[in-house]
């Protein structure tokens, strides 16, 4: 798990922004990229992030 003090001084790579926990993903507040937690460790690349979920829309 991360702890507390790990995700205050987090920050997402792309927008300098602050980050919350959901579930095992660590979620950027602005953007919304979605960086995966492996071994109890946050990968924060861009490049593992996956993009946040946009609403399609209707034809």
Do not use: F, H, N
């Not at 001084?9 to 919304?32: N, S, W, Y």
């Amino acid at each position: 798990m991360v702890s507390k003090e790990l995700l205050e001084i987090l920050a997402c790579p792309l927008c300098k922004t602050d980050v919350r926990l959901e579930g095992d993903r660590i979620i950027c507040v602005q953007c919304g990229r979605r960086y995966p937690v492996k071994d109890d460790i946050p990968v924060m690349l861009i490049d593992e992030a996956e993009l946040p979920e946009t609403k399609e829309k209707e034809a």
